[in-house]
């Protein structure tokens, strides 16, 4: 294969895994050491990276890609995360997906209880549709990248009024790490160092964002941290075939994926299993580690079978997003029984930026 053959399927490998649009998947590629094309982020910019990525992951509403980041494009020591346009909180109307990263991210004090948000974090800059963010007296730097016409100085101006309002000090433009952050660390040294001993997993995953979206069967995936494990549930509809192999081999790769291994499994995928059109819901449990560690404390993914559960209308929410019509396609079809709804038959695009990016 001649070289620019070689980078053009080595671009479009990075793809499946950053979202990144075919030229600068090869930009990034080109003249750099494609040993490890997908590197690793130093400590800090790890720490900053997993911290918002643990924020943005949540649970409880829909987007047009899993957790509502359609791309992320990563540097050694920086990242710009694309987030979607949109979002919607069960039936909710559509709300903007910039407006809801700042409600989970900006930190503020509730003064002698908590700070909410990432402590640390810190606003630096806004350009067009990008939020320059970092930590502290850091020089770890990530871009929150909107879409076309997103006004993050108005959401940031009307946080800061609210949360001065409520008596809730907003912390996002102070130079240091102020003493409700530090007293907030000190308070709960449990969870910050459990937090810590996770920010290489989190940034990882975070820089290989499109797996959720490429190599998953799963139409619905959420997470949060419970002790020293980031769990994520993975949700495929009956009908389409729940592929976690596919999954577990893009997400171990080792070349493009991360050092893991798997600490324990349970798999349900047993034909015995089957159990035809009743309304339980399978489960397949992976406990992974990194590769380098002994013990369990990693990664744990629940691969989840069976009826759509929060069906009723999940494809039109979704389509309405703008999710990638091949992915709907894919991981929830319109013939699938548990997801169709009077709704999914009306379904157009209100919010189709997206669309072309994948
Ligand atoms: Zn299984």
Not at 169 to 175: S, T
Not at 180 to 207: C, K, M
Not at 271 to 300: M, V
Request: one cysteine or more; aromatic letters at 8%; a neutral charge.
């Amino acid at each position: 294969m001649t070289s620019g053959g070689r980078l053009n399927k080595l671009a479009r490998t990075r793809q499946l895994y950053t979202g990144e649009l075919f030229h600068v998947s090869k930009e990034a590629l080109r003249g750099g050491d494609n040993r490890s094309p997908l590197r690793a982020a130093p400590m800090r910019q790890a720490h900053l990276e997993a911290e918002i990525f643990a924020k943005l992951c949540g649970g409880g509403q829909w987007w047009a890609h899993p957790f509502g980041i359609a791309a992320v494009q990563t540097a050694d020591k920086s990242a710009v995360v694309y987030l979607d346009s949109h979002t919607t909180f069960r039936s909710d109307d559509p709300y903007p997906r910039s407006a809801h990263a700042l409600d989970e991210l900006l930190p503020g004090a509730e003064p002698g209880l908590q700070v909410n948000g990432v402590v640390g974090l810190r606003v630096v800059g806004i350009e067009g549709p990008d939020l320059h963010l970092t930590l502290a007296g850091d020089g770890c730097h990530l871009i929150l990248r909107g879409t076309a016409g997103t006004d993050w100085a108005g959401e940031l101006d009307e946080r800061w009024r609210r949360m001065e309002k409520a008596g809730s000090p907003p912390l996002w433009n102070e130079p240091q790490l102020t003493a409700y952050e530090q007293a907030h660390i000190r308070d709960y040294p449990r969870v910050w160092s459990a937090h810590r001993g996770l920010d290489w997993l989190g940034s990882a995953l975070l820089r290989r964002i499109a797996i959720f979206h490429m190599s998953s069967t799963a139409y619905s995936s959420r997470s949060w941290i419970h002790d020293d494990e980031w769990i994520f549930e993975l949700d495929t509809v009956r009908g389409i075939k729940l592929d976690h192999d596919a999954f577990l081999s893009s997400l171990m790769d080792p070349l493009w994926g991360i050092p893991l291994r798997i600490h324990s499994q349970y798999c349900s995928c047993d034909p015995h299993h089957r159990l035809g059109h009743s309304t339980y819901t399978l489960q397949c449990t992976y406990h992974l580690a990194h590769s380098d560690t002994s013990g369990r404390g990693g990664l744990q993914l629940r691969f989840r079978h069976g009826p759509g559960a929060y069906a009723g209308g999940t494809r039109s929410t979704l389509q309405s997003l703008g999710a990638p019509a091949k992915w709907l396609a894919r991981v929830l079809p319109m013939s699938s029984p548990d997801v169709s709804s009077r709704r999914d038959n009306e379904g157009t695009s209100r919010f189709s930026r997206e669309e072309g990016r994948s």
